[in-house]
């Protein structure tokens, strides 16, 4: 969503004179693409909470930015998230700020959720994989926003049965206006195809797409806004 920003008297020569009209271009970028999104849309939004909690492996801006929208949209509480992040000042940090649980353990993660949700880097993802594999159950949910990491990836490190969702969410989801692309592994129902759409809905608008066209997305909507965010600064720097 568009969020209006007070636009203060400036010296072109200060440093941070672009800040609020990048920030109000920025804003309204992305309410513009994702309101021609939306359209695109057809069933409404449904208040549903998750039941069961949410386990987030890496703590870093997506994640946190996730977790913004669900306690904000009233999906979860926050005694149901739990983070697992290997910086001890960044779960100190979403502790305090988000009142959810931590731990640097993976493996205390796993036995108390029922959804887990990658939220690494890709180079990451397979160490993650490798550490979860013997503890993971076919009754939990994995959901992987690691950029260029297909479900048959994912999968291979996995028992069978496990069911597993690829997302691609991009950079408009730090204001809550993102656009999140999802994508079933073979395991995966359309039930936890609905809960994977609640948790991405808290934080902007969803589509399913076959797994063929999860690059192009990556390329185009989750890469797509930070070129239109440096174009807008260009502009803005005259």
Known sequence: QARPVLIIPFKKNHHNWRLPVFSLSYS???ATINFAFCL???SPKEEVMIKGSLGFIGGGNMGEAIIKGL???DVVKAKQVYVCDIRKERLVYLRETYHIQ???EISELLGNVQIILIAVKPQDVSSVLEEIKDKITPQQLLVSIAAGISTQYIESFLPEGIPVIRVMPNTPALVLAGMS???PG???TDEHLK???TLFKAIGETVIIPEKLM???TGLSGSGPAYVAVMIEAMADG
């Open 186 to 188: 073979q395991f995966a």
């Open 181 to 183: 692309a999802l994508t």
């Open 215 to 217: 690059n192009a997305v």
């Open 28 to 30: 309204f970028f992305s």
């Open 71 to 73: 306690l904000k949209a």
């Open 102 to 104: 931590t731990t640097e």
């Open 195 to 197: 809960v994977a759409e």
């Open 40 to 42: 695109l849309i057809e």
